[in-house]
Protein backbone atom coordinates (compact mmCIF):
# COMPACT_ATOMS: atom_id res chain seq x y z
CA UNK A 1 0.00 0.00 0.00
CA UNK A 2 3.36 2.72 0.82
CA UNK A 3 3.95 2.67 -2.86
CA UNK A 4 0.49 4.22 -3.94
CA UNK A 5 1.20 7.72 -4.96
CA UNK A 6 -1.52 10.83 -4.53
CA UNK A 7 -4.57 10.67 -7.12
CA UNK A 8 -5.44 13.80 -8.69
CA UNK A 9 -8.94 13.12 -7.78
CA UNK A 10 -8.91 13.27 -4.53
CA UNK A 11 -8.79 16.96 -3.28
CA UNK A 12 -8.61 17.52 1.11
CA UNK A 13 -10.50 20.52 2.57
CA UNK A 14 -8.00 22.79 5.06
CA UNK A 15 -11.19 22.85 7.14
CA UNK A 16 -8.18 23.94 9.70
CA UNK A 17 -9.18 26.89 12.33
CA UNK A 18 -5.81 28.79 10.72
CA UNK A 19 -2.97 28.13 8.23
CA UNK A 20 -0.42 26.48 11.19
CA UNK A 21 -3.29 23.47 11.72
CA UNK A 22 -3.85 23.38 7.64
CA UNK A 23 0.24 23.22 6.82
CA UNK A 24 0.81 20.69 9.81
CA UNK A 25 -1.89 18.63 8.07
CA UNK A 26 -0.21 19.62 4.89
CA UNK A 27 3.20 18.20 6.22
CA UNK A 28 1.77 15.44 7.65
CA UNK A 29 0.00 13.68 4.19
CA UNK A 30 3.42 14.73 2.43
CA UNK A 31 3.44 13.36 -1.34
CA UNK A 32 0.19 11.26 -0.33
CA UNK A 33 -2.05 14.50 -1.63
CA UNK A 34 -1.44 16.45 -4.34
CA UNK A 35 -4.66 18.41 -4.14
CA UNK A 36 -6.51 20.95 -1.36
CA UNK A 37 -9.31 23.23 -1.33
CA UNK A 38 -9.27 26.05 0.56
CA UNK A 39 -12.56 27.88 2.38
CA UNK A 40 -13.83 30.33 3.99
CA UNK A 41 -13.08 29.94 7.28
CA UNK A 42 -9.21 30.41 6.40
CA UNK A 43 -10.45 33.17 3.71
CA UNK A 44 -9.99 35.82 6.94
CA UNK A 45 -7.32 33.92 8.27
CA UNK A 46 -4.72 34.24 5.20
CA UNK A 47 -6.15 31.51 2.96
CA UNK A 48 -4.82 33.52 -0.16
CA UNK A 49 -0.99 33.58 1.28
CA UNK A 50 -1.81 29.86 2.20
CA UNK A 51 -3.05 28.85 -1.36
CA UNK A 52 -0.01 30.75 -3.05
CA UNK A 53 2.50 28.61 -1.00
CA UNK A 54 1.12 25.48 -0.97
CA UNK A 55 0.98 26.04 -5.11
CA UNK A 56 4.73 26.90 -5.05
CA UNK A 57 5.13 23.61 -3.46
CA UNK A 58 3.50 22.16 -6.66
CA UNK A 59 -0.09 21.49 -4.90
CA UNK A 60 -3.59 21.88 -7.15
CA UNK A 61 -6.07 24.49 -5.26
CA UNK A 62 -9.53 24.75 -5.09
CA UNK A 63 -10.40 28.04 -3.85
CA UNK A 64 -13.92 27.48 -2.37
CA UNK A 65 -14.84 30.95 -1.69
CA UNK A 66 -18.60 30.98 -3.95
CA UNK A 67 -18.92 34.03 -5.47
CA UNK A 68 -22.08 35.55 -5.76
CA UNK A 69 -22.44 39.39 -6.65
CA UNK A 70 -23.15 41.39 -9.86
CA UNK A 71 -21.60 40.18 -12.75
CA UNK A 72 -18.85 43.10 -13.07
CA UNK A 73 -17.91 42.62 -9.51
CA UNK A 74 -17.42 38.63 -10.22
CA UNK A 75 -15.98 39.36 -13.27
CA UNK A 76 -13.36 41.53 -11.58
CA UNK A 77 -12.46 39.21 -8.53
CA UNK A 78 -12.37 36.01 -10.85
CA UNK A 79 -9.69 38.40 -13.44
CA UNK A 80 -7.83 38.93 -9.86
CA UNK A 81 -7.46 35.33 -8.54
CA UNK A 82 -6.61 34.02 -12.31
CA UNK A 83 -3.08 35.15 -11.55
CA UNK A 84 -2.69 33.08 -8.30
CA UNK A 85 -2.28 30.27 -10.85
CA UNK A 86 -4.75 28.04 -8.76
CA UNK A 87 -6.77 25.68 -10.41
CA UNK A 88 -10.38 25.59 -9.38
CA UNK A 89 -13.07 28.42 -8.33
CA UNK A 90 -16.40 28.16 -7.11
CA UNK A 91 -19.10 30.70 -7.97
CA UNK A 92 -22.97 30.52 -7.10
CA UNK A 93 -24.79 28.79 -10.07
CA UNK A 94 -26.90 32.23 -11.65
CA UNK A 95 -26.27 32.53 -15.04
CA UNK A 96 -24.90 35.92 -14.83
CA UNK A 97 -22.78 35.11 -11.86
CA UNK A 98 -21.22 32.03 -13.94
CA UNK A 99 -20.63 33.92 -17.16
CA UNK A 100 -19.15 37.10 -15.64
CA UNK A 101 -16.87 34.41 -13.44
CA UNK A 102 -15.63 32.55 -16.60
CA UNK A 103 -15.19 36.06 -18.31
CA UNK A 104 -12.88 37.14 -15.32
CA UNK A 105 -11.01 33.88 -15.42
CA UNK A 106 -10.13 33.66 -19.63
CA UNK A 107 -7.85 31.06 -20.60
CA UNK A 108 -6.06 31.38 -17.13
CA UNK A 109 -5.80 28.22 -15.56
CA UNK A 110 -8.43 28.77 -13.12
CA UNK A 111 -11.67 26.73 -13.85
CA UNK A 112 -15.03 28.29 -13.01
CA UNK A 113 -17.29 25.42 -10.74
CA UNK A 114 -20.87 25.78 -10.12
CA UNK A 115 -22.25 25.20 -6.58
CA UNK A 116 -25.99 24.33 -7.80
CA UNK A 117 -28.47 24.38 -4.40
CA UNK A 118 -26.45 24.24 -1.20
CA UNK A 119 -27.18 20.93 0.02
CA UNK A 120 -28.10 22.60 3.26
CA UNK A 121 -31.20 23.90 1.69
CA UNK A 122 -34.47 21.62 1.60
CA UNK A 123 -37.37 21.53 -0.57
CA UNK A 124 -39.11 23.40 1.96
CA UNK A 125 -36.89 26.13 2.59
CA UNK A 126 -36.01 26.78 -1.52
CA UNK A 127 -40.23 27.51 -1.13
CA UNK A 128 -39.51 29.79 1.56
CA UNK A 129 -37.11 31.77 -0.82
CA UNK A 130 -39.56 31.77 -3.47
CA UNK A 131 -38.70 28.76 -5.99
CA UNK A 132 -41.15 26.89 -7.43
CA UNK A 133 -39.23 23.86 -7.96
CA UNK A 134 -38.18 21.26 -5.13
CA UNK A 135 -34.18 20.72 -5.54
CA UNK A 136 -33.95 18.09 -7.94
CA UNK A 137 -35.40 19.52 -10.48
CA UNK A 138 -33.47 23.30 -9.55
CA UNK A 139 -29.84 21.31 -9.82
CA UNK A 140 -30.68 19.73 -13.32
CA UNK A 141 -31.72 22.84 -14.44
CA UNK A 142 -28.39 24.84 -12.88
CA UNK A 143 -26.29 22.10 -14.61
CA UNK A 144 -27.75 22.91 -17.64
CA UNK A 145 -27.01 27.25 -17.14
CA UNK A 146 -23.59 25.84 -15.74
CA UNK A 147 -22.53 24.22 -19.15
CA UNK A 148 -24.06 26.99 -20.84
CA UNK A 149 -22.10 29.81 -18.91
CA UNK A 150 -19.33 27.81 -19.78
CA UNK A 151 -18.40 26.65 -16.74
CA UNK A 152 -15.79 23.74 -16.53
CA UNK A 153 -17.91 21.94 -14.07
CA UNK A 154 -20.42 21.52 -11.03
CA UNK A 155 -20.01 20.90 -7.38
CA UNK A 156 -22.50 17.98 -6.83
CA UNK A 157 -23.58 15.71 -4.14
CA UNK A 158 -23.10 11.87 -5.04
CA UNK A 159 -26.67 11.41 -5.48
CA UNK A 160 -26.65 13.89 -8.07
CA UNK A 161 -22.95 12.76 -9.43
CA UNK A 162 -24.93 10.80 -12.42
CA UNK A 163 -27.27 13.40 -13.60
CA UNK A 164 -24.46 16.14 -13.67
CA UNK A 165 -21.77 13.18 -15.63
CA UNK A 166 -24.99 12.56 -18.33
CA UNK A 167 -25.48 16.72 -18.85
CA UNK A 168 -22.14 17.59 -18.79
CA UNK A 169 -20.73 14.84 -20.76
CA UNK A 170 -17.11 13.20 -20.20
CA UNK A 171 -14.81 16.01 -19.88
CA UNK A 172 -17.09 17.92 -17.81
CA UNK A 173 -16.10 18.36 -13.96
CA UNK A 174 -18.11 16.68 -11.10
CA UNK A 175 -16.94 17.49 -7.82
CA UNK A 176 -18.25 15.58 -5.29
CA UNK A 177 -18.31 16.73 -1.03
CA UNK A 178 -19.98 14.25 0.91
CA UNK A 179 -17.28 11.22 0.73
CA UNK A 180 -16.87 8.54 3.55
CA UNK A 181 -14.92 5.58 3.24
CA UNK A 182 -17.22 3.03 4.85
CA UNK A 183 -14.33 2.55 7.84
CA UNK A 184 -14.89 6.25 8.74
CA UNK A 185 -17.50 8.16 10.25
CA UNK A 186 -20.66 10.09 8.93
CA UNK A 187 -20.25 13.13 11.01
CA UNK A 188 -22.44 15.59 9.50
CA UNK A 189 -22.80 14.30 6.29
CA UNK A 190 -26.14 12.75 5.88
CA UNK A 191 -26.39 11.28 2.23
CA UNK A 192 -22.98 9.92 2.26
CA UNK A 193 -21.35 8.02 -0.59
CA UNK A 194 -17.96 5.43 -0.52
CA UNK A 195 -15.04 7.13 -2.35
CA UNK A 196 -15.96 4.08 -5.09
CA UNK A 197 -19.41 4.51 -5.59
CA UNK A 198 -18.82 8.24 -5.66
CA UNK A 199 -16.71 7.92 -8.86
CA UNK A 200 -18.84 4.91 -10.20
CA UNK A 201 -21.66 7.61 -9.99
CA UNK A 202 -19.18 9.67 -12.52
CA UNK A 203 -17.35 12.13 -9.85
CA UNK A 204 -14.30 13.24 -11.67
CA UNK A 205 -13.25 14.32 -8.20
CA UNK A 206 -13.91 13.55 -4.58
CA UNK A 207 -13.65 16.37 -1.61
CA UNK A 208 -12.79 13.93 1.10
CA UNK A 209 -12.14 15.93 4.79
CA UNK A 210 -12.12 14.79 8.23
CA UNK A 211 -12.41 10.56 7.55
CA UNK A 212 -8.57 11.90 6.18
CA UNK A 213 -7.68 14.64 8.92
CA UNK A 214 -9.39 13.78 11.79
CA UNK A 215 -7.71 10.29 11.69
CA UNK A 216 -4.86 9.51 14.16
CA UNK A 217 -2.75 8.68 11.51
CA UNK A 218 -4.07 10.87 8.28
CA UNK A 219 -1.39 9.57 5.78
CA UNK A 220 -2.70 6.35 6.65
CA UNK A 221 -6.10 7.35 5.97
CA UNK A 222 -5.07 9.19 2.71
CA UNK A 223 -3.68 5.56 1.37
CA UNK A 224 -6.87 3.82 1.97
CA UNK A 225 -8.92 6.44 0.36
CA UNK A 226 -6.17 6.58 -2.52
CA UNK A 227 -6.39 2.03 -2.61
CA UNK A 228 -9.97 2.76 -2.64
CA UNK A 229 -9.75 5.05 -5.79
CA UNK A 230 -7.53 3.14 -7.81
CA UNK A 231 -10.09 0.19 -8.09
CA UNK A 232 -12.20 2.79 -10.33
CA UNK A 233 -9.91 3.88 -12.43
CA UNK A 234 -10.26 7.32 -14.51
CA UNK A 235 -12.35 7.57 -17.19
CA UNK A 236 -9.51 8.76 -20.42
CA UNK A 237 -9.83 12.55 -21.36
CA UNK A 238 -10.76 12.91 -17.43
CA UNK A 239 -8.78 16.36 -15.81
O1 LIG B 1 -14.96 16.65 6.38
P1 LIG B 1 -15.83 16.51 5.19
O2 LIG B 1 -15.37 15.42 4.24
O3 LIG B 1 -17.29 16.38 5.52
O4 LIG B 1 -15.63 17.89 4.40
C1 LIG B 1 -16.38 18.19 3.27
C2 LIG B 1 -15.98 19.52 2.71
O5 LIG B 1 -16.83 19.79 1.60
C3 LIG B 1 -16.13 20.70 3.66
O6 LIG B 1 -15.12 21.65 3.33
C4 LIG B 1 -17.50 21.24 3.34
O7 LIG B 1 -17.62 22.60 3.59
C5 LIG B 1 -17.59 20.96 1.83
N1 LIG B 1 -18.94 20.80 1.31
C6 LIG B 1 -19.85 19.85 1.80
N2 LIG B 1 -21.09 19.73 1.25
C7 LIG B 1 -21.43 20.51 0.24
C8 LIG B 1 -20.55 21.44 -0.28
C9 LIG B 1 -19.28 21.55 0.29
O8 LIG B 1 -19.53 19.12 2.73
N3 LIG B 1 -22.61 20.35 -0.30
Same mark, same amino acid.
Given at each position: ??????????????? =? *? +??????A?????G?????????L????? +??????????? =?G????????L???????E????A?????????????? *????????R???R???????????T?????????????? +??????????? =????????G????? =?????A?????????????G????W??????????????????????????RP???A????EA???????M????A *?????
Amino acid at each position: MTSLVADPRLIVPLD =Q *P +GPEEARALVAALGDRVCFYKVGLELFAR +GGMALAQELKD =QGKQIFLDWKLHDIGATVERAAAALSDSGCDLLTVHAE *PQVMAAAVRGVGRSSLKVLAVTVLTSLSDEDLKDIGYAS +GARSLVERRIH =QALAAGCAGVVASP =QEAELARSIGGKDFLVVTPGVRPDWAAKNDQVRAATPAEALRAGASHLVCGRPISAANDPEEAALKVIAEMASVPA *PSGAA
